[in-house]
């Protein structure tokens, strides 16, 4: 299953694409022409921190650098893939890029783990931003460096932002598309110019973006794969690795930033390394035996069955559930409504009827899951009951253009006897099909154009076929020939970017103030832009102008009530099957690590946080 999060690769916490009408904190300063300076980047509302804080208030400052965390990777984002990889570049369209590359690199601001809409200042130490907000100063520390010793200046930011924006993967050009340019006034001024119609996202996008050294990619293809690491100035340089198998990270002992406020406490461990299986059990076994030392589990069978080997019973690994503040993603079986059997939104609902979440819950979840309905599920943004006052402002226009559901109770996933063939759905999905122009002849489902109706159900891995299977079973029953076929990474990522497939398993990252972001998922442009994640092929008028009015609102308020409206869009639309949630996190790992004594509001804080444990380390017998 494709994991896809809004938090950036270099390990910017979720406000790096989150942001919105710009308000100050008290110590923002008044800039010449009207404008203002300010130590970091807020969106509703002042920032929490002064422009003076030592760290930020859920790390450890003390925290001892040292030892060895190894772990596989679980979140992905743009050419990266979960099984493999062949290039060190993951910020081009080509290739199958490298687990952790994002740590090699610093950014212009960081984001705090407590702030989903804040940035505070790291290679930038501050900001003078014009009284247009069309013009953003970045003023650079001096003693920014590259790995090599070498100065890290405007120039460099100007051209990585420039690079990223013409020659990026297509999410980076996309999310880069309001800023007008970028050019170095000075050796530590960087100027970034934004379009008149920027959306309120635009400048901490910026912020966010990698910093690459211009003079090392001279006479380099950005665009290609390669095997060469790009010089970085990150926390951590690349080490080891063999192509496909694992890629280690070293701490990087003289970093010019580990004393900033924004990095104290954090990057604590000497060596991170990331191991690929092609096999699921494989990767447990490795887990088992000491060879991965962290894992978040996401299969209730595991969590709830594998977990009593030696090293468990031994007290060696630790098994624990802990909450978790992230935003819940919206994860379900997405179609691809650019195939002719995925036209009729009808159709789209029938298949719903056909997957039995309670008796999926009971017998293969062991009841841990809890049925997702919306695309911000349990937050303010989650459509519920009819339309607002608010809501029906932006919804009348597209009254008559869009389902009527839109205007009234947002729909659900129908709940089963938990039989696991609820008849009764099953014969409301088969009226679904046939008002849709299908036909049933010899036990064959035929499609309105008379072609058997067949669905591949495209994946990487085996792992939710317990899931899948009796889903695939009931749409049998309804005439349906449905398949999984299941690919290697390669061709998977291929296919996923050419939106080359019927069905396909996603978990799109939540957010607590989403933004333009949105584009890439839902936007007419993104349905027609290959490597985006609009992969339902989401294409509609109303759904383009409520992600509008999301990236530009000015308020929370506006925010919540344009999703609000969007969700209603979107689950009227039936461009997926939702799956299910947990508001928290499983997690297991060798017994060598400790942690501070609070989370960050948004998220469980492991392992990032950690650091590791000698003494512990020592007693378990685990070597760093």
């Not at 001096?142 to 790995?147: D, G, L, N, Q, S």
């Not at 029938?350 to 979840?365: G, Q, R, S, V």
């Not at 008002?435 to 072609?451: H, Y």
Request: aromatic residues 12%.
């Amino acid at each position: 299953m494709i994991r896809i999060t809004r938090r950036h690769a270099l390990g910017i916490a979720a406000a790096t694409a989150a942001s919105g009408a710009l308000r100050l904190s008290p110590a923002a300063a008044q800039a010449a022409g009207g404008g203002i300076e300010t130590h970091g980047l807020s969106t509703f509302g002042d920032l929490a921190l002064p422009a003076d804080f030592p760290h930020f208030p859920y790390v450890d400052p003390a925290s001892p650098k040292g030892g060895l965390l190894t772990l596989q990777i679980k979140q992905a984002s743009g050419n990266q893939n979960f099984e493999t990889f062949d290039t060190l570049n993951i910020f081009t369209f080509k290739g199958d890029g490298a687990a952790g590359m994002g740590m090699t690199y610093d950014s212009l601001m960081a984001g705090s783990g407590d702030e989903p809409d804040a940035a505070y200042g790291l290679v930038a130490h501050a900001v003078r931003i014009s009284a247009d907000r069309l013009e953003y100063r970045f003023l650079l520390r001096p003693e920014a460096r590259f790995h090599d010793g070498s100065r890290l200046t405007a120039r460099d930011v100007a051209f990585s932002l420039t690079t990223l924006k013409t020659k990026g993967h297509p999410v980076y050009r996309m999310m880069l598309s309001e800023m007008d340019g970028a050019s170095a006034e000075a050796d530590d001024v960087v100027l970034v110019r934004f379009q008149p119609t920027r959306t309120r996202d635009a400048h901490l996008i910026v912020a966010g973006m990698p910093i690459f050294s211009e003079d090392w990619w001279k006479g380099r293809d950005f665009e290609a794969a390669t095997l060469e690491a790009p010089l970085g100035s990150g926390a951590y340089k690349l080490g080891r690795f063999e192509t496909g198998r694992y890629i280690e990270f070293e701490r990087v002992k003289d970093y010019w930033g580990a004393a900033l406020p924004v990095n104290v406490g954090l990057n604590n461990f000497d060596r991170i390394r990331y191991e690929y299986f092609r096999e699921r059990q494989a990767a447990f076994e490795a887990f088992k035996s000491g060879v991965v030392t962290f894992n978040e589990e996401y299969t209730s069978r595991l969590w709830n069955t594998a977990y009593d080997f030696p090293a468990i019973r031994e007290g060696k690994v630790r098994k624990e559930t802990l909450p978790d503040g992230k935003p819940i993603s919206s994860q379900g079986w997405y179609f691809n409504t650019r195939r002719e059997m995925f036209a009729d939104p009808r159709i789209r609902e029938a298949l719903a009827y056909a997957f039995d979440f309670e008796w999926t819950n009971a017998n293969i979840m062991y009841g841990a899951y809890k049925r997702l309905h919306s695309f911000f599920q349990n937050s303010d943004m989650q459509a519920k009951g009819p339309p607002t006052a608010e809501e029906l402002t932006l919804l009348e226009p597209f009254r008559g253009k869009v389902p009527d559901e839109a205007f009234g109770e947002p729909w659900v996933p129908p709940v089963s006897d938990g039989s696991g063939s609820d008849r009764t759905l099953l014969r409301k999905a088969d009226e679904l099909l046939r008002a849709a122009g299908c036909k049933r002849e010899g036990g064959v489902l035929k499609l309105p154009s008379g072609k058997p109706f067949e669905i591949e159900f495209l994946d990487s891995s085996p792992a939710l076929q317990p899931h899948t299977q009796p889903f695939q079973a009931n749409l049998k029953k309804l005439g349906i020939a449905a398949q999984s076929r299941i690919v290697d990474a390669a061709q998977y990522r291929r296919r996923l970017d050419g939106f080359d497939f019927d069905m396909i398993s996603m978990a799109l990252g939540g957010s607590v103030n989403p933004g333009v972001e949105l584009r890439n998922v839902f936007s007419t442009k993104a349905a027609e832009t290959p490597g985006s994640r609009n992969v339902a092929g989401v294409r509609d008028p109303a759904i383009d102008a409520m992600v509008e009015i999301i990236a530009n609102a000015k308020t929370k308020i506006e925010v919540h009530t344009a999703a609000r409206a969007l969700d209603r869009l979107l689950r009227a639309g039936r461009y997926w099957i939702p799956m299910w949630f947990r508001d928290e996190a499983w997690v297991a790992y060798w017994d060598a690590y400790a942690r501070p004594a609070t989370r960050p509001r948004y998220g469980s804080g492991a392992p990032d946080l950690w650091r590791w444990d000698a003494e512990k380390a020592k007693r378990i017998g685990l070597a760093g």
